[in-house]
C-alpha cells in the first residue's frame, strides 16, 4: 500500500499530494490483517488506527509493516496523525462479519455442468 502517491501521479501546483492508496481496506472479522506501508518520498507519516489500537510511525524512504486480529465487524477510520497531514491522510477499514466469508450453502445449484464428449 503507498502510504504517499509519486509526484508524477498526484501533484498538485508542484506539491505532493498526502494519501493512502488504496484509501479503503476490506477484510473479513477474525482475520490477521498484515499491511505493508511504502514510503518512498522524504515526510514522515504515521498510521493510527485507534479502534485496534495500531499507531505506527511510516518513516521516510521506509516500508514498515503492521499487524493485528480484525475482531470487531464495522467500518473503522485510519488517518496519518501529523497535524498538516490529517485532512488528506484518512481512509476506512471495513471490517465484514465472518459468515459473509463462508460460501453459500446453494453454491453447488449454480455449477454448471458440461455433458461429456469424446
Known sequence: MFVQGFCSR??????EV????P?????YQGDTVNIVFVNPED??????????HVALALPAQATPTTHFVA??????PFICDIPSH???MAGSLVV????D??????AHLFKRTLPFSR
Not at 498526502?18 to 492508496?21: G, I, T, V
Not at 484509501?23 to 477484510?27: I, N, R
Open 101 to 106: 466469508a463462508r460460501p453459500s450453502p446453494f
Open 43 to 52: 515526510d514522515a507519516h504515521t498510521f493510527v488506527l485507534p479502534a485496534f
Open 71 to 76: 475482531s470487531s465487524t464495522g467500518i473503522f
Open 96 to 99: 465484514l462479519p465472518d459468515n
Open 23 to 27: 484509501e479503503t481496506l476490506t477484510v
Open 10 to 15: 498526484w501533484c498538485a501546483s508542484g506539491k
Open 86 to 88: 490529517v485532512p488528506y
Open 18 to 21: 498526502y494519501r493512502f492508496q
